[in-house]
T-cell receptor, first 109, second 115 residues
Framework: DAKTTQPPSMDCAEGRAANLPCNHS???????VYWYRQIHSQGPQYIIH???NNETNEMASLIITEDRKSSTLILPHATLRDTAVYYC??????????FGSGTRLLVRP | GAVVSQHPSRVICKSGTSVKIECRSL??????MFWYRQFPKQSLMLMAT?????????EQGVEKDKFLINHASLTLSTLTVTSAHPEDSSFYIC???????????FGPGTRLTVT
């Protein structure tokens, strides 16, 4: 079973920041938080991952709370092409990605 | 990230026949490959994990004799759906992982329709 819970859907206006929350209250100390997204009928695309510290790359920022029980993916300036299902996944030492239901993000023009 | 291809991208087959789906890592040594399937409006479900040169490990509820996985090289894994039935119609997606990295990179998927 997936170890994460996410809201089923969210929307934001184009050009605004999209903040996608994720709860992972049972995460263990050595488990990473990964974010992927899937645009309709395509394979998932890696976005970012982190363990304890906040992370940033060219696509997004990942903010992990100090107790590691939740995190937020931030798309700083959402575009229409960011409309997708976003998956927050906790990866254990087996390296398996167990997908939950994800958050369907709709970016409005 | 790594470039992963799948072939074919779409396939239609008749019930009772077998279908082979290829997953290739074009620029990355994939020591581990994963196979997923995704039914319409559902999330991805992990089917099996394969390490190069070893037998695949299947998730609970996935029949190993029905979904044959071969991972003979660091760049190629195949999934064969044997004696396909309409309920096997799905989107099949592979992902790859290297020996020293945590990230997994996904292929574009193969849509299988069994008539």
């Amino acid at each position: 079973d997936a170890k994460t819970t996410q809201p089923p859907s969210m929307d934001c206006a184009e050009g605004r920041a999209a903040n996608l929350p994720c709860n992972h209250s049972t995460i263990s100390g050595n488990e990473y938080v990964y974010w992927y997204r899937q645009i309709h009928s395509q394979g998932p695309q890696y976005i970012i991952h982190g363990l304890k510290n906040n992370e940033t790359n060219e696509m997004a920022s990942l903010i992990i709370t100090e107790d590691r029980k939740s995190s937020t993916l931030i798309l700083p300036h959402a575009t229409l092409r960011d409309t997708a299902v976003y998956y927050c996944i906790v990866m254990d030492s087996s390296y398996k990605l167990i997908f939950g239901s994800g958050t369907r993000l709709l970016v409005r023009p | 990230g790594a470039v992963v291809s799948q072939h074919p991208s779409r396939v239609i087959c008749k019930s009772g026949t077998s279908v082979k789906i290829e997953c290739r890592s074009l620029d990355f040594q994939a020591t581990t490959m994963f196979w997923y399937r995704q039914f319409p409006k559902q999330s991805l479900m992990l089917m099996a994990t394969s390490n190069e040169g070893s037998k695949a490990t299947y998730e609970q509820g996935v029949e190993k004799d029905k979904f044959l996985i071969n991972h003979a090289s660091l760049t190629l894994s195949t999934l064969t759906v044997t004696s396909a039935h309409p309920e096997d119609s799905s989107f099949y997606i592979c992902s790859i992982k290297g020996a020293t990295s945590y990230e997994q990179y996904f292929g574009p998927g193969t849509r299988l329709t069994v008539t």
